[in-house]
């Protein structure tokens, strides 16, 4: 689940959001005769410059609706149902590929040659791809715009199909987490050029787009759990009928080979625009660099021992590269971060809080499961059954924020996502291995579900409200990177803590029990962050 859902105001469209999953609202359009209100029906008040009667707005629904049809790059309605089919399915492979390599895990580790005792070996399978994953999404954003999205989307799909077939030939672990990493920058590729896509199909203010565009990133944001739960259930299913696990990632390898396939036959060529500008090389480096040699470090310290000399080297390293990235940033002509997005105190807040409840969460979607598949001795399929609950309310969740964010004040809903990670590492902290799953697992898997949805949608609802529209782009790209990242080094972060509390391994429920504990410290942070920067998180369109 490391991308959800989005809203962006009416006032303030981004022109490319990056992983968007409420759906931008139709903006108002008004010319010297007529004007068209926000949801295309004609409607207006007083000064809108509509006629004073029904049938003038009547007149200008209809004249929208035509107009918006005959601009449409759609075959017919199920042409349209189906491009929605294909380009969200780039958001359910990001997260199945998280869902199938977790809960088949200890299968995987047997293959390649790692014991059942040695967790910081197995931690680099997740959080090899989530890091490469959050590190390259700001950059290939900005390759969309400047190569085309459909373009960059197949390219997604044929870099991921590649890498998925190459890990399952994997003889070694080290290979394995390479080649993992690699193929994470596949999906890094696909989400932020089919949010683009996303956001590009309907441009028309009439009722038809406008509704299309709604389903899309519903669809988007809703999609997320279902692929993490969906992807867990695939991989336990395969290794649980006995078959080799390689068979894991050869019929993902088919999966995407398919629907990238699909997504040439159906994504427009229409949308493949094009934008002119350059391409920050040298910033792109140093801060990709900087953020995988400081991830490196972390999670290769409780496996290569923080003594060893080259761990931490490669973190000075690392946290000199990016810290000299802004001052690349401010000199550079076409910057893929502009430093100016950082001149908002909120803005800079929600995103460290954000940070901070994705580590929280990060560690919720590695340790649930296996607290429950090693301690309660669940199987891997029945895990992924009593996580459902989760991907469920991932749906109500993503709603939940169309719904809201228009009419209550962010800092309440980014508020509330912050107390759902916190909720639910408390309760994961205090439950009992022997104990039934409806006492307090269920409750856990339900509350948290909660926190990533509202989060992410509320975080870029911000971002468009403090930027400007030629900015708005670039941060909801950095927002996602944040998502991403954070998961990867909330996992790194946790090993760290678990290999320091479990007794050399002996000792297993502390370890967990530590990971919990680091959530719960990461969620009430970013409570406090919210809480001390709310009055700058109002009513979204309250100008």
């Known amino acids: 689940m490391a991308t959800a859902t989005a809203t962006v105001s009416d006032e303030k469209r981004p022109a490319t959001p990056a992983t968007p999953a409420t759906p931008p609202q139709a903006a108002s359009k008004t010319n010297k005769n007529e004007g068209i209100d926000g949801d295309g029906d004609g409607g207006g008040d007083g000064g809108s410059g509509i006629g004073s009667g029904m049938a003038s707005g009547s007149a200008s629904c209809s004249d929208v609706e035509a107009a918006d049809a005959a601009k449409s790059v759609f075959r017919n309605s199920l042409h349209e149902l189906l491009f929605?089919?294909?380009?969200?399915?780039?958001?359910?492979?990001?997260?199945?590929?998280?869902?199938?390599?977790?809960?088949?895990?200890?299968?995987?580790?047997?293959?390649?040659?790692?014991?059942?005792?040695?967790?910081?070996?197995?931690?680099?399978?997740?959080?090899?791809?989530?890091?490469?994953?959050?590190?390259?999404?700001?950059?290939?954003?900005?390759?969309?715009?400047?190569?085309?999205?459909?373009?960059?989307?197949?390219?997604?799909?044929?870099?991921?199909?590649?890498?998925?077939?190459?890990?399952?030939?994997?003889?070694?672990?080290?290979?394995?987490?390479?080649?993992?990493?690699?193929?994470?920058?596949?999906?890094?590729?696909?989400?932020?050029?089919?949010?683009?896509?996303l956001a590009g199909a309907w441009p028309g203010a009439g009722k038809h787009d406008a509704s299309r565009k709604a389903l899309a990133f519903v669809v988007f944001g809703a999609i997320a759990p279902a692929g993490y739960v969906g992807g867990g259930a695939w991989g336990a299913a395969i290794v649980e009928r006995g078959a080799r696990w390689e068979w894991i990632f050869w019929s993902l390898t088919i999966a995407t080979a398919a629907l990238g396939a699909a997504s040439a036959f159906l994504v427009p060529v229409a949308l493949d625009t094009r934008h002119p500008g350059g391409f920050d090389f040298l910033g792109s480096v140093v801060g990709v660099a900087g953020l995988v040699l400081v991830f490196v470090s972390i999670n290769g310290g409780p496996q290569?021992?923080?003594?060893?000399?080259?761990?931490?080297?490669?973190?000075?390293?690392?946290?000199?590269?990016?810290?000299?990235?802004?001052?690349?940033?401010?000199?550079?002509?076409?910057?893929?971060?502009?430093?100016?997005?950082?001149?908002?105190?909120?803005?800079?807040?929600?995103?460290?809080?954000?940070?901070?409840?994705?580590?929280?969460?990060?560690?919720?979607?590695?340790?649930?499961?296996?607290?429950?598949?090693?301690?309660?001795?669940?199987?891997?399929?029945?895990?992924?059954?009593?996580?459902?609950?989760?991907?469920?309310?991932?749906?109500?969740?993503?709603?939940?924020?169309?719904?809201?964010?228009?009419?209550?004040?962010?800092?309440?809903?980014?508020?509330?996502?912050?107390?759902?990670?916190?909720?639910?590492?408390?309760?994961?902290?205090?439950?009992?291995?022997?104990?039934?799953?409806?006492?307090?697992?269920?409750?856990?898997?339900?509350?948290?579900?909660?926190?990533?949805?509202?989060?992410?949608?509320?975080?870029?609802?911000?971002?468009?409200?403090?930027?400007?529209?030629?900015?708005?782009?670039?941060?909801?790209?950095?927002?996602?990177?944040?998502?991403?990242?954070?998961?990867?080094?909330?996992?790194?972060?946790?090993?760290?803590?678990?290999?320091r509390v479990n007794g050399g391994g002996r000792d297993v429920l502390a370890g967990y029990r530590g990971a919990f504990y680091l959530g719960i410290g990461l969620a009430v942070m970013g409570m406090v962050m919210t809480a001390v920067f709310h009055k700058g998180m109002g009513r979204v369109g309250a100008h």
């Open 84 to 197: 929605i089919a294909v380009v969200t399915s780039a958001q359910l492979i990001t997260q199945a590929n998280l869902g199938l390599t977790i809960l088949p895990i200890l299968t995987i580790a047997r293959g390649l040659g790692v014991p059942d005792s040695d967790p910081g070996a197995q931690s680099w399978f997740i959080a090899s791809y989530s890091c490469t994953v959050g590190a390259f999404v700001l950059i290939t954003g900005r390759l969309g715009d400047l190569y085309g999205r459909r373009t960059l989307f197949l390219i997604g799909w044929a870099w991921l199909t590649v890498f998925t077939l190459a890990s399952s030939f994997a003889k070694s672990a080290v290979v394995f987490d390479i080649l993992r990493a690699l193929a994470g920058i596949g999906p890094s590729i696909l989400m932020p050029n089919a949010a683009a896509l």
């Open 304 to 499: 290569f021992g923080w003594s060893t000399p080259y761990v931490p080297v490669l973190l000075v390293v690392g946290v000199l590269l990016l810290a000299l990235f802004p001052t690349i940033e401010r000199r550079a002509a076409h910057p893929i971060l502009p430093m100016t997005i950082f001149a908002s105190p909120v803005l800079v807040a929600v995103v460290i809080s954000l940070g901070l409840g994705w580590m929280s969460f990060g560690m919720f979607q590695y340790y649930n499961p296996h607290f429950l598949m090693h301690l309660r001795h669940v199987s891997g399929l029945m895990t992924s059954l009593q996580l459902l609950p989760c991907a469920l309310i991932g749906i109500v969740a993503a709603a939940l924020a169309v719904y809201a964010l228009p009419r209550v004040p962010a800092y309440i809903i980014f508020g509330a996502s912050m107390f759902s990670f916190f909720i639910g590492q408390l309760l994961l902290s205090l439950t009992p291995v022997e104990q039934t799953y409806w006492a307090m697992t269920f409750p856990t898997t339900l509350l948290i579900g909660f926190g990533p949805d509202l989060s992410f949608a509320t975080a870029s609802l911000i971002a468009s409200d403090k930027l400007p529209p030629e900015e708005q782009g670039v941060a909801g790209s950095f927002i996602n990177t944040v998502v991403n990242y954070s998961v990867a080094m909330g996992l790194a972060l946790a090993g760290n803590v678990e290999s």
